[in-house]
């Protein structure tokens, strides 16, 4: 099968709540994308059945055909074993032990690459953004929930389970806010957005003011991160606070990743972290560097990605790449 | 050079008070050792001078000559640069930029390879205590200080400025206990021994009730780590509670390393964790089960070294015969 035949690949992101899937040329530029609910409750050969109709439509909308298409990597939110392509567990589709790549290479008669979303989300920012020059890069994605992806030594890095990156469940505040995982103190309960809502809404129901009220009523049901972004715009020092606090949060979680493994690059992703970049950034980095062991820290980039909802595509498009090079 | 007509390496464990040396033959067993306070005011180039004295009485005592010896292995408790041999920055020596391979090198005339005391512990376990068998193992000992070592992929892990592995100033506490690097609640702020002590002292002075007391006198002066055992064991309730405490610190130290790196095995080590094992261990295990994401830790091995004060010199031997083979 000679190469040139051939020269598109597809990145898929199954997320909890939507399937993202786009088509990729050589250079890894974008041709066209589309975008599908996951339905999750439906069950796992209906949610297989939407990713390979969502793979349909974004091929079609490039006017090709599956024949011209190399390969497909896809990114799924959980434990991954990429030999098999089988999800071990997925708790936000409520999957376990699902054979993912067979299935859908029955569908779609294209070969299937399968990895954990966090790994993969990483594997783009760092051959697309970064050109694959880091040799040790961490990713952290911060959204509804925070996940983290691993290059060390130039590979991908997964470990004994395959789960390796589980960062928003690592403990930074003993005793502190529970989790949705049952523990308390870990840093998905105090910084990422489901963290940060709850907090604001905890505050309005404690009497502090807030323009997010006025912007979406009392019960702030339709809160979005862009509207924090607004309300800080226009001078709301409550929100300010919250999302402060919750940047300094996520530098002291930098700090722990840079002493115990010491990479040459963390980047920072998500939809949260995409949203407040400009009130988040650079306390984030102040605050990683404050609790970095001295001397572990230097030349050590902290950094934000530019790939946005583009990282978990373009990511499932390296993958898709390197496997059939 | 024929490998039979030398075929004993050795192992140097340099650490801030005590320099301990050790020879070893092809199968690693110990044929004999030296110690030798460290001095480390006197400056590197005494200090150098200790190394090798000691080095020069191990092999003594084994009734060899620096001839037999292939090859040195020394674990120094700070950065190090392993091409180079230099000791970049190591504050318990008060050393920058130290080229200790290479001044070793001249007084000793046998290769001389250097890496991190830590990194070091953990190569000598999983070399001769674990055979080598697990792929990815984190090794954390518990003293004075508190530091880790990484074997992933099968190989140790240093990171870019080489100092992965500094898990005693991961923050577990935000707002804690005020640690010794000018942070709050580093995991080595609230679970090495200095800070037992410190805790166990303040108990005093706040009028806790401790055996302790009438074993070494009002201030705690001489305080070891076996007299906590000593105490426990003649049902000293409040020395129990505040070993347990530190236990269930450390068992969340090591959740979140399974959390972020999953490791096949987790090995526990350093004289605190030696000399309270049966008060401690269990607690470690069970706190890091409770505390890591479920589904992360399934099959993942936590176990305590049998190695103890020899794991820094097994290491050494074990680097001078990985860097000769």
Redesign the interface.
Known sequence: MAENTKPYVIGVDLGGTKILAGVFDEKLTCLGRAKSSTKAQRGAPAVIERVARCVQDAIDECDLTTKQIRALGLGAPG?VEPESGRV??APNLVWEDVPLKKELEKRLDIPVFVENDCNIQTLGVWDKELRGKP??LVGIFIGTGIG?GLI??G?P???????????G????????PKCG?G?R?CFEAVASRTALFRKIQAGVKDGHKTLLTDLLGGDLKDLRSGDLRKAIKRGDKFVEKVVEEAAE?IG?AV???I??????VVVLGGGLLDALEDEMLAIIIETAH???????????EIIASRLGDDAGITGGAVLARRETK
């Open positions: 434990a071990l567990f040799r040790h983290a060390l030594e590979k890095f997964a470990g004994f389970n395959r789960t390796a990156g589980e960062i469940h690592m403990i930074l505040e003993v005793g502190g995982c523990n103190g949060y002291i700090a722990n990743v002493n115990l493994l010491n990479p040459e404050d609790n970095a062991m001295q001397g572990t820290d230097k030349g050590i």
